[in-house]
């Protein structure tokens, strides 16, 4: 998929928000299974960039997106120069400065592998984390790598000196829970553990997604930031039906409205949500350009929303959550 030039930029500019994820790419196996493709991505902080990963591919341990697809497991760049990263001045000249690659598998087979980027001065206030349990050393998660915001050296020093039972802090919970969990504001919500350090480093908002990995362990994902860079403009949580005809929003919140309800039973059909709907069933990651809910009454195109990132959850072989990230 291309990436529009300036009708596209024009657009981004006006909308007044930074989030904390500057771009966001999806990556899919070839028919053959033996290179990633592009398969789309949000670049309206980095067309340039977007113009050179759209010609690329990537072999199995080759770049960022090959490298989570070898080791089976999500993996954090926190600096791009001198790594094996192929992307090194577009990256730099974008003002792009880490990224977390998220490798989705249905069983062993992967899907498509999801690729976030951060940086500049508005990844001051803000922290990717990748916590990991190997059953066979330990009882508690513990922090694998990170990336965090020059305002946050104490959050830094006290999550990689500490760990995570099943079931406390975001990370515990959404190990626990095998879904998502969205804190919107740290400070207060309850159970966060780190919620002081964290607001002093200007940090609001988290969002912690289990992995579906190849190995038998347990990665959590967490993304921290504040309110003037938030994660993206709307975050929700989408759950199916037993029959995987309807899907209901378990959670959702929206920078400019708010908390969003919960859906009641049965949900919306699948063919009105668009990406959300077709990631149930494929267990692929998509960015598609954003799509109004059904119903004249819904409120989501007020908000300026231009793109949605898909990324399904996946338990063993089937999807049990499709998280929606709108930009």
């Known amino acids: 998929m291309r990436v529009p030039a300036a009708p596209w930029r ?3 500019v006006c909308n007044g928000m930074s989030t904390f994820i500057r771009v966001a790419e999806v990556w899919r196996p070839t028919s053959d299974g033996t290179l990633l493709e592009h398969a789309g991505g ?3 902080a980095a067309p340039a960039f977007g113009y050179l990963s759209a010609s690329m591919c990537f072999g199995r341990g080759e770049g ?9 497991r999500p993996v954090l760049l926190r600096e791009f120069e001198g790594s094996y990263f192929r992307r090194t001045a577009a990256a730099k000249a974008a003002g ?16 498509s592998v999801v690729v976030l980027f951060c940086g500049g001065a508005d990844a001051a206030q803000g922290a990717l984390e990748l916590w990991h349990n190997d059953p066979r050393v330990s009882t508690d998660l513990t922090l694998s790598d990170g990336h965090f915001g ?3 050296e104490a959050l830094e020093q006290l999550t990689r000196d500490g760990s ?7 990370p515990g919970k959404a190990w626990q829970r095998e879904a998502s969990v969205f804190v919107d504001d740290v400070k207060t919500a309850r159970g966060f553990l780190r919620a002081q350090v964290a607001a002093d480093a200007g940090i609001a908002r988290a ?14 994902l967490s993304l921290l930031s504040s309110t003037r860079t938030p994660i993206a403009r709307r975050i929700e949580s989408w759950l199916p039906n037993e029959a995987c005809t309807h899907m209901q929003r378990a959670f959702g919140f929206c920078e400019s409205q708010g908390r969003l309800a919960a859906d009641e039973a049965p949900g919306r059909p699948l063919e009105t949500l668009g990406p959300i709907g077709r990631a149930l069933h494929s267990g692929v990651a998509e960015v598609a350009p954003f799509q109004d809910g059904p119903g004249a009454n819904d409120p989501r195109d007020s908000a300026g929303l231009r793109s949605t990132l ?18």
């Open 64 to 72: 960022l997106p090959g490298r989570a697809w070898d080791a089976g």
């Open 310 to 327: 898909v990324v399904p959850v996946l338990d063993g072989n089937a999807v049990s959550e499709v998280v929606a990230l709108h930009f």
């Open 10 to 12: 024009e657009r981004c």
């Open 207 to 220: 969002l912690s997604l289990p992995c579906s990995v190849r190995v038998n362990e347990t990665w959590v």
């Open 42 to 44: 949000m670049y309206d």
């Open 150 to 152: 020059a305002d946050a």
């Open 96 to 111: 792009l400065t880490c990224a977390v690659a998220l490798p989705i598998f249905s069983g062993t087979a992967l899907t």
């Open 164 to 170: 995570m039972a099943r079931g406390t802090g975001a």
